[in-house]
């Protein structure tokens, strides 16, 4: 599935993540970049529930940015699920 435009979902606050989509060049590849206040204990395990959503979405080609401060494991699945359907013009239910 190719994205539609650049979004974003999360804040910077304690307990969440910030991910920060864009589209990139069709067979470009997944760029995925983490940065976490706990990147040492969890940070692969980041980046399995990032490309787990994406592979639901069937995205290869996307340029992603996470930066986390600390969210559990479901505020990071519903984070990038947002900011995939905001990319896509597939968010319902909101204001933007």
């Known amino acids: ?3 539609l435009k650049s979004s974003q979902a999360g804040t910077l606050e304690s307990s969440d993540i910030m ?3 864009e589209p990139v060049e069709e067979n470009s590849g997944r760029k995925i970049e983490v940065s976490s206040s706990v990147m040492l204990h969890y940070g692969d395990n980041i980046k399995q529930l990032i490309n787990k959503v994406l592979d639901s979405f069937d ?3 996307i340029h ?3 930066n986390d401060k600390g969210a559990l494991e479901p ?3 519903a984070r990038c699920e947002t900011a995939i359907l905001r990319a896509l ?3 319902k ?3 933007l």
């Open 1 to 3: 599935m190719n994205l």
């Open 19 to 21: 991910i920060l989509i």
């Open 59 to 61: 995205i290869k080609d």
């Open 64 to 66: 992603l940015i996470a």
């Open 75 to 77: 505020t990071i699945l």
């Open 89 to 91: 013009n597939q968010q």
């Open 93 to 95: 239910g909101t204001l």
